[in-house]
């Protein structure tokens, strides 16, 4: 049996009570309590910022090599691995997604470690054109304390996704992990305090977004918030950020497409859009909510879609065969239910699920069966707003342009996938369509080094790759005189004075 973090905070490198709000962590599968604790307070959070500054300007972090930093983000990849079980136990019990899916996201996250070090050792500075008698550079300074504000639905991973390349940016950072799921951040602390990371370096503070969300984004000492979440929550949050000219990234929702052509390998279709959706309880700010599939084989289609669906594992997520685990919390389920009785009184038919499982495995869980919802149109609520839970919209669709039409016709623009052996109409219908990510007879892949991101509502700003680093830290020019005289502009003046 694993033990669950205690539920102190990581306050700058110290672990103690928060004085916050009381938040309470639950296992969805069956309602009872991993633990309640008490969230960080903004008298906590100053605390851990004062910590913060004082680490982050002390020379033994700033004046680190490239080298000599990389080896901390490497130590954090290697604990993580070592602890992978422990986290994916944790974060299990934190949102109750499946033990393989859990599994996965930890080692992601170490990954993410491991990326962010070899990038910082291997980015390069720039010598500059020279356009008169100086030397010119180009460099990059860190921009001193970063808040990460991060979700419920993947913690672990979209932690990393912040804190690596922060760190490996010469930053200070405090994250601030969702209160539905304070415990598998908590670890991440454990972590990297093994790790020896200075202490002041790192802190968690879970809490309330109204208490410690809001600190981290208006305090003064922060330079950046890079915010995971909701889009109200982010359009917020950018409000607040634009008051102090803070830069700020979001990954927000999405109500993303994905778009079914006559001509596409149907079995490879059918799994594609099936994970896309369903795969994480549909908890997935890229799940393909919109299914269109032209309308040739649309009824066949749709009706092989709802009988494999049918057939999909519903069940408790520590179990190797379950692929559809519990939502995150009751009240989440509540909403997604709310949902799919808009749907209902919008004139959706309800093809499949549409309610809880019945029986006595699934009587005290969250859980909600994998929906299918046909007959509205592509205005209806159920196809414009994030359900963020296992429900599927179907459409049919005449032509390229009729589905390049119906899938910008979105406020959100976060990912996108479809199937055809066309490769050219993959490629024109690809780039026609607002979108960060672009899935070609395939979904929800993911590289650390391929840029993420969303368009419109989606958010502001790209995650991961390369560049992941470089938005943690401010550029700077440099000019160094060579041609060894006095600037000519002041010579009259200064001829014949003493
Ligand atoms: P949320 O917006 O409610 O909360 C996100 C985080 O913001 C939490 O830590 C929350 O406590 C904090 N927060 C809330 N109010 C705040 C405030 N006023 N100031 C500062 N922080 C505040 O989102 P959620 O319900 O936790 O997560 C689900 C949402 O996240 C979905 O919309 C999903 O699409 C989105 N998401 C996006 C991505 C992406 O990469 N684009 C990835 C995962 C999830």
Partial sequence: MIDLPEGKLFVGGAWEEGTGPEITSIFPADGSVNRVLRGASQADGLRAIERARAAQADPAWRNLKAHERAKYLYAIADGIEANADRISFIQTRDTGKTLKETKALAMSAAGTFRYFGAVLETSDEALTVQRGDAMTLSVYEPLGLVGAITPWNSPIASDAQKVAPALAAGNAVLLKPASWSPLVSLELARIVEAAGLPKGLFSVLPGAGRE????????????????????????????????????????????????????????????????????????????????????????????????????????????????????????????VAEHVEAARADGGEILCGGRMPEGADYAKGAYYLPTIIAGLPNTARMCREEVFGPVLAVLPFDSEEDVIAQSNDNSYGLALGLWTKDFPKAWRVGRAISTGTVWVNTYKQFSISTPFGGEKDSGIGREKGREGMRAYMAQKSIYTDLSGKPHPWALPAMEGAA
């Fill in 212 to 335: 410690i969300g809001n600190l981290l984004v208006d305090h003064p000492d922060i330079a950046r918030v890079s915010f995971t979440g909701g889009t109200t929550t982010g359009r917020q949050l950018a409000r607040q950020a634009a008051e102090k000219l803070m830069p700020v990234s979001l990954e927000l929702g999405g109500k993303s497409p994905t778009i079914v052509f006559a001509d596409a390998d149907i079995d490879q279709a059918i799994a594609g859009v099936l994970f896309g959706i369903f795969s994480s309880t549909g908890q997935s700010c890229i799940a393909g909510a919109r299914l269109f599939v032209e309308r040739p084989i649309y009824d066949q289609f749709v009706s092989r879609l709802v009988e494999v669906t049918k057939r999909l594992k519903v069940g408790n997520p520590f179990e190797a065969d379950t692929q559809v685990a519990p939502l995150i919390h009751f009240d989440h389920r509540e909403s």
